[in-house]
């Protein structure tokens, strides 16, 4: 068997090991594939980056996705709380979604805690109730993100510690929308919509969304309309986001979206190279059949003839 022929016969044990060690390979080497930052994400790591932390104003972060979207999802709020906490604007955390507060309660933590294990003093610590509130889970979404336009704690006189919402010092001064800077819905589900239609519409809410690939292509319009500040789109856009925060210097590595786009670029290209490889050997053993065949051909003509 020639090369070319070789080409068209690859064992498939050989690629699915291959396949194997391309997505495995990031998680254990560090390197870095150049991102193309995309304007949906510029636009809302801006709006954060412009936000005046002396303003008193908080961003709400609507974490609303599930354990299925969490590897796209959740390095989205990483990135998010990273980018807020180290800028000292207040967040405060809902969730409409059942599944969804074990997820954020893991991803504040999770940010509180690395920032605090570097912090010298209060003032550097990132404290619950001071610079962050997790309200919980509330069902009704609807009348829920009409009713906190007049007052927050109606719909969550509670957070998610059973603490009384009016006593925390963070939430003193966030009474309704108009204290709200933005407010960004990560989400799998259709989730952006009803706060556009209920939140935005009836109190001019400025509202961001990070969403899963699948449905990022359904809020273009609404970015176009400028009803969105900005989105996140899929795991690329968490890369983006975590990119961006390296290149401000409010990081010092990339993250979990930075390892999941590497695993798929080096897979793609390891597809496209097969897919080359298999059209060579292709042609190139056709190219050499029929030159055989053009080779016998007068033999068995003349054989028929005699």
Not at 46 to 57: A, D, V
Not at 60 to 82: G, N, R
Not at 197 to 224: C, D, I, N, S
Request: with cysteine.
């Amino acid at each position: 068997m020639d090369l070319f022929s070789g080409f068209t016969r690859i064992d498939r044990r050989l690629i699915y090991l291959l396949l194997t060690l391309f997505v495995i390979l990031p998680f254990f080497v560090k390197f870095r594939i150049p991102q193309n930052i995309m304007p949906q994400t510029k636009n809302l790591f801006e709006f954060i980056e412009n936000l005046n932390p002396t303003s008193e104003k908080a961003v709400l972060l609507s974490i609303d996705y599930t354990p299925q979207t969490m590897p796209e999802c959740h390095p989205m709020a990483l990135s998010l709380l990273t980018h807020c906490f180290k800028k000292k604007i207040p967040v405060i955390g809902v969730s409409f979604d059942p599944q969804a507060p074990g997820l954020a309660i893991e991803a504040f933590n999770w940010v509180a805690n690395k920032i605090n294990s570097i912090a010298r003093s209060s003032s550097d610590s990132i404290i619950y109730g001071r610079d962050y509130v997790y309200l919980g889970w509330k069902s009704g979404r609807i009348a829920a993100l009409l009713e906190m336009g007049e007052k927050i704690s109606n719909v969550f006189p509670k957070d998610y510690y059973n603490n009384y919402t009016d006593s925390l010092s963070l939430m003193k001064k966030i009474k309704n929308y108009r204290d709200i800077s933005i407010a960004i819905i990560l989400a799998a589900a259709d989730y952006p919509q009803e706060w556009l239609m209920y939140a935005q519409a009836r109190h001019g809410l400025k509202l961001g969304a990070g969403l899963t690939a699948v449905m990022a292509p359904k809020y273009y319009p609404f970015l176009q309309t400028g009803q969105l500040s900005g989105m996140i789109s899929g795991m690329k856009g968490a890369a983006e986001y975590e990119n961006l925060l390296l290149r401000y210097g409010y990081t010092e590595t990339t993250g979990k979206a930075e390892i999941g786009m590497n695993s798929q670029t080096l897979v793609h290209l390891l597809i496209i190279g097969l897919i080359i490889i298999g059209n060579v050997g292709y042609l190139a053993t056709k190219k050499k059949d029929k030159k055989m065949f053009k080779g016998t051909q007068p033999s068995r003509q003349k054989g028929r003839i005699s």
